[in-house]
């Protein structure tokens, strides 16, 4: 079994932390090289009732050191996994601490940014506090190459699967809490995100999409499908998983 460490840097109590409406769930690997401004990012967007969970997703970097020496505010939370598993284990074990009505994820790498999540979380707060709806982005400003990625993708996944699927890995996404504790067998990886997708098309939930501005990296290394190397690896675990859900 995996130790997480938490750490709360506030004397507040947990009865303010239940009133949370909005949790964002952050995982961050190797992601020491942004930080700053992606906690910048973070403060500027959220207020008492919106709270970060920053994932230090098994980082052989200073991430996490870097995230406990930050003077951060009750509402933005570290949680510390010790062994990267995969981008969807860092993402469900936040999903384990989120103490908000509606619960979401996002990326690290400043790529997407969190006030993306509040967008969205504004312009579909009722349905998704009436469990209506499933939100996600779709992402504007690619290059040609990731946009044919993308698509070729989506016609596949959506021709196996039997329901159209497009943008699986854009980012954010957001649901009513009480949808996760209906996830059986989650995958653990990259592939989160489409199971994510599946699972709400399969209980004829609306997926609620709008536009966000996908940014260059400017730190680090790319992971996921960020690389062309990464695109291939990440596409052949799509398609295994896609053989899975059928």
Not at 90 to 117: F, N, R, Y
Not at 143 to 166: A, C, H, L, Q, R
Not at 180 to 199: G, N, R, T, Y
Request: proline share 2%; glycine share 6%.
């Amino acid at each position: 079994m995996q130790i997480i460490s938490q750490y709360f840097f506030s004397t507040e109590t947990n009865s303010v932390r239940k009133e949370m409406k909005l949790s964002i769930i952050i995982p961050c690997y190797n992601e020491e090289l942004s930080l700053n401004k992606l906690v910048d990012n973070c403060l500027s967007n959220i207020n008492d009732n919106i709270e970060i969970i920053l994932v230090d997703n098994g980082s052989t970097d200073s991430t996490f050191k870097s995230l406990i020496n930050l003077n951060l505010p009750h509402n933005i939370i570290s949680l510390r996994i010790d062994k990267n598993i995969g981008y969807g284990d860092g993402i469900l074990h936040g999903l384990k601490h989120a103490k908000g009505e509606i619960v979401s994820w996002t990326h690290a790498d400043l790529q997407t940014d969190v006030s993306d999540v509040i967008i969205g979380f504004n312009e579909f707060r009722e349905n998704l506090i009436n469990k209506q709806c499933m939100v996600k982005g779709i992402r504007k400003n690619r290059n040609i190459i990731d946009s044919f990625f993308t698509f070729s993708m989506g016609i596949y996944s959506s021709i196996i699967i039997g329901t159209w699927m497009y943008d699986i890995n854009a980012q954010p996404k957001m649901f009513h809490r009480s949808f996760k504790d209906e996830f059986k067998d989650a995958p653990l990886d990259f592939s989160l995100d489409l199971f994510l997708m599946h699972f709400f098309k399969s209980k004829n939930i609306k997926i609620k999409t709008f536009p966000v501005f996908f940014n260059k990296r400017k730190y680090g290394e790319a992971k996921g499908g960020g690389t062309f190397k990464g695109k291939l690896k990440l596409i052949k675990r799509t398609l295994s998983y896609i053989r899975t859900l059928k």
